[in-house]
């Protein structure tokens, strides 16, 4: 409509969807963190996410404590040149993105997301994706490819790799942190998810 980001931002509403991106931040590549004033719900419909990795935009809306939204239309029947009809198949952007928000799901049922709050501070999580609970836990997506760094509370953690590409665990353990700024390889190339959970917080 005719509105602005501030008039959403300013409104009475508690749940809102922006458009694309502004000098706020770009919701279809680089999603602002919530701030908690507002439930934020990024719709694909909204933002024009088709011609993005929506992947990879699915797990940077989450880790930034966004609600990620996809409109998964129907084909419309006679319509060849509805979207529909060009996203097929196991490698779609559309297969993607559904694949993705099953995966960020897992991990949302799994955490205890009341506790946890976002950050694209890159002194706390040089990826810029975390969600932190300090000292219990601690979510964070590698968009790129490499280590990282992670600045966490002294402790023992159970530790897992996930591989968002694959979409399976590849790796899990048990580590003493000493705490402070942590450096982490991921055990394989590409994008990649770091879990930490205390291992005190899972025998609760």
């Known amino acids: 409509g005719p509105g602005t980001r501030e008039n959403l931002l300013n409104s009475p509403a508690r749940v809102i969807s922006p458009t694309g991106?502004?000098?706020?931040?770009?919701?279809?590549?680089?999603?602002?963190?919530?701030?908690?004033?507002k439930l934020v719900l990024v719709d694909t419909d909204?933002?024009?996410?088709?011609?993005?990795?929506?992947?990879?935009?699915?797990?940077?809306?989450?880790?930034?404590?966004?609600?990620?939204?996809?409109?998964?239309?129907?084909?419309?029947?006679?319509?060849?040149?509805?979207?529909?009809?060009?996203d097929t198949g196991p490698a779609s952007p559309a297969a993607r993105t559904?694949?993705?928000?099953?995966?960020?799901?897992?991990?949302?049922?799994?955490?205890?997301?009341?506790?946890?709050?976002?950050?694209?501070?890159?002194?706390?999580?040089?990826?810029?994706?975390c969600l932190r609970n300090p000292g219990q836990e601690y979510l964070v997506y590698q968009p790129e490819t490499g280590p990282f760094d992670v600045n966490v509370v002294a402790g023992t953690y159970h530790l897992e790799w996930f591989d968002p590409s694959s979409h399976t665990t590849v790796q899990t353990s048990q580590i003493n942190l000493a705490g402070g700024s942590m450096r982490f390889t991921p055990p394989f190339d590409g994008i990649a998810v770091l879990y930490l959970k205390a291992i005190a917080d899972d025998a609760r």
């Not at 590549?29 to 004033?37: F, I, R, S, W, Y």
């Not at 949302?108 to 810029?128: E, W």
């Open 98 to 129: 559904r694949a993705a928000m099953g995966d960020t799901l897992r991990f949302a049922s799994r955490m205890k997301l009341a506790q946890i709050l976002p950050t694209d501070d890159a002194a706390l999580c040089s990826t810029r994706y």
């Open 21 to 37: 991106g502004d000098r706020r931040g770009n919701y279809r590549t680089n999603p602002p963190v919530a701030d908690g004033k």
């Open 46 to 86: 909204h933002v024009a996410a088709t011609d993005v990795d929506r992947g990879v935009w699915v797990w940077k809306c989450f880790l930034r404590g966004l609600h990620p939204v996809f409109m998964d239309d129907p084909p419309v029947e006679g319509s060849v040149e509805h979207p529909s009809f060009r």
